[in-house]
T-cell receptor, first 114, second 113 residues
């Protein structure tokens, strides 16, 4: 399995501001994903972070709101832009490990927007 | 589109007892993978167990085992000798190699003394 770290683990932000979440993996991985988990809900895929190209966004998520970077095979960032209270969620990074059928998850970032 | 259904929003089990969490899914694929993830209050998503659809043998990981019924598209999780640390949200999930991971809505498991 892959060891995944995320920074920050939690943050409280004011509406209208932006927050960048970092995801670091201990090994090179091809596929990285970003998920959102709203309070009491299941996980929703935001986008697939592609190394060397633009991220692939799911329906309902746009690059202007959730810009993603993937500069190499071990690191990615997700920015939540122009935040509103509706963005208060847990954001999780996920990777497909050496067993290509299994996804592993980071510890998550708990975001609260006031 | 693939869907995953968990019909039990909440379950409760006494310590040392056995509990079964239900999951059904809908797919037209023949080759796919099924997972159970555990999410304790710490919010870390932890892989509990995985099952390849082409394997008839049910997967087992220590106190955790599955009952995989491919024809019925059912994938239940059995937790034996339940412990307080098993209290968490449990998510059933499905994917093929070419598709994204699809989650169920989750089952909250309480473990009582």
């Amino acid at each position: 399995s892959a060891v995944i770290s995320q920074k920050p683990s939690r943050d409280i932000c004011q509406r209208g501001t932006s927050l960048t979440i970092q995801c670091q993996v201990d090994s090179q991985v091809t596929m990285m994903f970003w998920y959102r988990q709203q309070p009491g809900q299941s996980l929703t895929l935001i986008a697939t972070a592609n190394q060397g190209s633009e991220a692939t966004y799911e329906s309902g998520f746009v690059i202007d709101k959730f810009p993603i970077s993937r500069p190499n095979l071990t690191f990615s960032t997700l920015t939540v832009s122009n935040m509103s209270p509706e963005d208060s969620s847990i954001y999780l990074c996920s990777v497909v490990g050496d067993r290509t059928d299994t996804q592993y998850f980071g510890p998550g970032t708990r975001l609260t927007v006031l | 589109a693939q869907t995953v259904t968990q019909s039990q929003p909440e379950m409760s089990v006494q310590e040392a007892e056995t509990v079964t969490l239900s999951c059904t899914y809908d797919t037209s694929e023949s080759d796919y993978y099924l997972f159970w993830y555990k999410q304790p209050p710490s919010r870390q998503m932890i892989l509990v167990i995985r099952q390849e659809a082409y394997k008839q043998q049910n997967a087992t990981e220590n106190r955790f085992s599955v009952n995989f019924q491919k024809a019925a598209k059912s994938f239940s999780l059995k937790i034996s000798d339940s412990q307080l640390g098993d209290a968490a949200m449990y998510f059933c999930a499905y994917r093929t190699l070419a598709s994204k991971l699809t989650f169920g809505t989750g089952t909250r498991l309480q473990v009582t003394l």
